[in-house]
C-alpha cells in the first residue's frame, strides 16, 4: 500500500503531496515519520491507496506510526484545503491548527502508572519477611494500589520481591491530567422560561443553518446553549462550545461540568502541555463530547458534531491575529456546513456584520428582550467629567461614583469598576522638553508599573528603569499622565480604607488558573470592589454585584477606526450588565467627556436597534464594512531600507489592479502603519477599501509575492486593530 504524505514543514516549497510505501491497514489522519531530504520527519497521511504514481523502486517506506487512533479526523481534510486556499498558508500550516503543538513536536506523551494488586494467595513468603506479609496485608484491605506509593510504603525490596514470587501482579494503565481538578459546579438544568423554550424550538426547528441569539444581558442565553447541547447529546451527537476570552472558560466549564460531568472537555492555551494533550485527547476518542475552549477550540478533534456555539459572537478575539488569520465564525460556518448541524451566535450586543444577516433573513434571529424574571436593566447614570474638573475634582472619580460606592460598600454589595488601562500611569513625560519616555524596540510609550517601580512597553513586554532625571533635558520636573488599573485601585484604598479590594488584568492573572482564582475569591466575596480592564468586561454573572463604574467611557470613541462606536456600544452594554443580575437592582455610573456624543446616548437607553439602524446608515453612505472590505497588506521588517522597498513593490501591484479594476476600489494608500515600529520591526502598509470580496484573492497572491524571509508581507481583511 502507499500512503500521501503532507510533511510537516509549513513552506510553500513543499506545500505538496509525498508519496511512501505503507503497511496495510495504515489509517488516513495518522501521523507519521518519514525520511525527507535526508532527514526523518513528522508527517499526515492524507490519503492511503494501492496505487503510487513513482516508479516502485524510487518508493520511500514510511518509518513510524505514532498512534493506532489516527490523530486527524476526517473532516480536516477538506477543512485544510479551505483554509490553505482561502488564507494562502501551506496545507501543513493549516493541519497544525488540528493539533495541539506539544503533540506535534513529540514533546509530550501519554502518562501511565503502574498499579498492583493481589495474585496469589498462596505464594510462599517466608516467616523473616515481615514487610512482604505486612504488604499483603495492606493489599488485602486496599484491593488496588499504586505500586510507587506501595514501595514508600513498605520498601521497594519487598514489593518487587512479591511481584517475582507472584503473590501480587502490576498493570499499567494510562492518567489523564485533570485541568481545572477544583471547577466543579453544582446545579441541575434549570425549568425554561417560555422566552428560552420558544429560542430552542426556533433553532432546532427552522431550516437555517445559522442562528443569532439576540439577547440582552441576563436574559438566559447560557441556559439555552447547555440545553441545546444536552439535546444534541441524547442523539448521540457532540458539541463546540466557544467563549471569547480564557478567562470565561473555567466558569462555563464548571457550568459544564455541572450537567454534563466528564463529557465535557476544556482546551485552553494555559493549561499544561500534558493537561492540554490529555483534554485533546479525551475529545479525540470519543470519551468527551463538548469542547469548550476560546478560538482555536473551533478545531476541536470531534466527529458528528451536532452543534457549534459561539457566545459574544462580536467579540473581536475570535479573529486570528497570526497566520493563518482566520475568522473563528468563517471556520464554524464550514464545519457547520459538513457535519449538517447548527451554528448558534449568541450576544447581548451583536456585530452590525451579524445583525444584518438576521435582520435580512441569512440567518435566523431569536430576540430576548427581558432579563430572566424580568428584572429590570441597570440604571445608567452619566457623570460629565468636564463638569467634574470644573468644581474642582481632579480625581478619577465623579461626585456620584463616589456616593453609590459609599451605598454599595455600606449595604454589603459588590462594586466593579472597570478601565481599559493597565499599569500606573500611562505616560511619563518632561514638564521641561515635552520628552516622555519610549520603547527602543516599538514605537510606543511605557507605563509606569508602580508595583514593580518600572516602565512597561505594553507591546514586547520590555522593561526600563524609571528615569530620574530627563534623558533629553536633564530636568527633574517629571510628570506621570493617565490614570491605569494600579493607580485606580491605589486611589481606592485611600478613599475606602476599609473595602478589599482586587485587581484584574494582564499584570495580575498569570498561570492557567490566574484568572479563574481572582474571579472565584470575588464570586465567593472575599472581595467588595473588583478592578479591571476589559477582562471582566465579558459574560461573568456575580449575583452581589450591583453597581458597576465605567472610568473612562470615551475611550475606546477615540481610535480611528470604523468601529469605535460600535466598540463603545458593545462595551458599555457589555459591562453596564455585570450590574443588578439577582434581587437588587443595579446601578452604572458612566463616566465620560463628551456626555453629548450619540454612541452613549443610544447605550444608555439600551437601544441596541437604534444603534443598529444609525450605525448602518452610516456605513452604507460611507462605504464601510459590512458594505465594502477593508483590505491592509501589511509589510513589516528588521531592515527599514528593505521594508520599503518591498512596499514600494507592493503598491506598484495593487495599482496595477486597482488599474485594471477602477471600479472595485473606494480607496488605496501607503503609509506607515500608526505604531511605526514593534519588536524591532519597521511596519508599513497598503490600506484598501474594496466594493466586494472579488479582487482578495488576488491581493493575497501579491502579498506572497513579494514575502520574503527578511520582509513578511502578510493580508488582514476588516482587521480588528489598525494600528
Ligand atoms: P446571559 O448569558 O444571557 O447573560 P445567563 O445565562 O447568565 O444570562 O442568565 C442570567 C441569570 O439567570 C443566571 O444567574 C442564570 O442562572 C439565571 N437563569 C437563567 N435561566 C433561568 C431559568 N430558566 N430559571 C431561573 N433562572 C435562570
Ligand atoms: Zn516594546
New binding site residues.
Partial sequence: MYAEVIVDIAHSQVDKIFEYSCPDGLKTGSRVKVPFGGRVIEGFVIDVSPNCSIPPEKVKPVKEVFEELPALVPECFSLMERISSRYRVPKAAALRLFLPSEMRLGKVREIYKKYVKINNTDAPISKTARKQAEALEFLKGAGEYGYTELCQQFGRGAVNSLLQKGAIISEERRIIRNPFSEVDGS?EF????PA?NAAIESIENTDKRVHLIH??????????YLQLIANQLKLGKTAIFLVPEISLTPQMLAQLRARFRGEAAILHSGLSAGERFDEWWRLRSGEAKIAIGARSAVFAPLENLGVIII?EEHDLSYVSETAPRYSTVEIAKIRAEYNGCKLVL?S?TPSVESYLQADTGRYNLIT?KD???KKPMPEIIISDMRREVKRGNNSAFSAALREELDKTLKSGNQAIIFLNRRGYSQKIICRDCGYAAKCESCDVTLTYHSEENCLKCHYCGAKYKVPAACPECGGVHIRYSGTGTQRVVSDLNALFPAARILRMDNDTVSGKDGHYKVLHKFAQKEADILVGTQMIAK?H?F?SVTLVGILDADMSLQFADYRSGERTFQLITQVA?RSG??EEKGKVVLQTYSPENYILRYAVAYDYDGFFKNEVSVRKTTFFPPFSLICRVMVTGGDNDRAVEALREVYEKTEKLREDNPSEFIFSGRMHSPIKKIQGKYRYQVLMRLKSRALLQKIYDIASACSTPAVLVYVEENPANLS
Avoid: F, H, M
Fill in positions: 446545579g434549570k425549568t425554561l422560561t428560552q439577547g440582552v444581558t441576563g436574559s438566559g442565553k447560557t441556559e439555552i457566545d449568541g447581548a430576548l432579563r430572566i424574571n459574560g454573572d449575583p450588565g443580575r439577582a
